[in-house]
């Protein structure tokens, strides 16, 4: 005997009704022509509510529902609005203060409801490198210089960069109001400045061109303007050499703007042998760690670090122990590093050129 399924029964459907502050930005996109969809899109909300309210409010002439039982809403319309504006002026604040603030008389509960009808809840501040104007400028000009080089352009800069690599690190979370999109969350109130610096374990150098790891250099000490140039001759010209002996032409070498790499000593180094190795320099803006995909890789570096070796963490023993240890397992990882990661990261520069356009040189998602 074949035995069927029960069917499902069906459960009512409890319609949410639409806030005041939802009605308006109905109406007003609306008056807007825009579709049904489109608003509920923006809204959150399906494109057959958007409709069905719209059709009641030009049957009744008014946005108002009709009465129903209930305790009645605490806040008014206005006092939503400006609710909305405050928390996002200052992003940090807290629930508590921003309920003394607007001086609501709710709890802040309501405050969290009231906001998250407008699709706003604390989210977790973003780290980014500290920016001025003056340095959203400089990043601006660059990403404009470079706005139309394609792929084949980046796959012959060498990406280079120096890194510091601990057992395992921490900090505090800040929360931010804002909307959930990525316009306000790379919004420089919402970021939160990351400063360099920190107990440091083993610092690491390295680079890469298109989809070829170069060395990884393991530095002990401070990194000043005799080590790196020390660092470059005896790592970055070989491997310079052996890529422009592969038909490369035109490469160029990047990077930041760290003091031992501008200092005049380095500086007159460049001079001396960039001729005679066929590369070039590609300038730098500040503080733009963003737009330098070698990050990424450091990134990848670490976490698979933790991943194939969870012990890290909690590693004993004294610093050159730690060190040591540090040393074997990044190199194993570095050299196990696939051509399709370099790739991926060499294709994804146009994109954050774009993205830095379209931040006018602050901060972006990369």
Known sequence: M?????????????HQQLTELQKGRIIEARAFGLSYDKIGARLKISGDTVASFLRRFEERGSEENLPHPGRPRKTSTRFDRYLIRTS??????????????TNSGVSTS????????DNIRKWRAVKRALLTEQQAAKRLKWARDHQHCGREHFARVFWSDECAVQKD???????VFRHQNKREKYAPQNVRGRAKGGLLFQMIWGCFVGNKLGPIVFIDGTVNSDVYISILQENLLPFIDAIVSDSATDVIFQQDNATPHVSAKTQKWFDSVMSE??????EWPPNS?????IENLWASLK??????????????????????????RLTEIWWDIHEEVLNRLIDSMPHRVQALLEAEGWYTEY
């Open 289 to 293: 760690p963003d737009i330098n995909p």
């Open 110 to 117: 309501t405050i969290r409801r009231r906001l998250r009808e």
């Open 88 to 101: 996002l002026a200052d992003t940090t604040v807290p629930n508590a203060v921003l309920r003394d603030i």
């Open 277 to 282: 190795h066929g590369f070039t320099r590609m």
């Open 303 to 328: 976490l698979e670090l933790h991943r194939r070796y969870p012990d890290t963490k909690t590693l004993c023993g004294s610093p050159a122990m730690i060190k040591k240890v540090l040393v074997v």
């Open 169 to 175: 690190s921490d900090g505090q979370i800040v929360w």
């Open 2 to 14: 074949r035995v069927y399924p029960p069917k499902k029964q069906t459960l009512p459907h409890h």
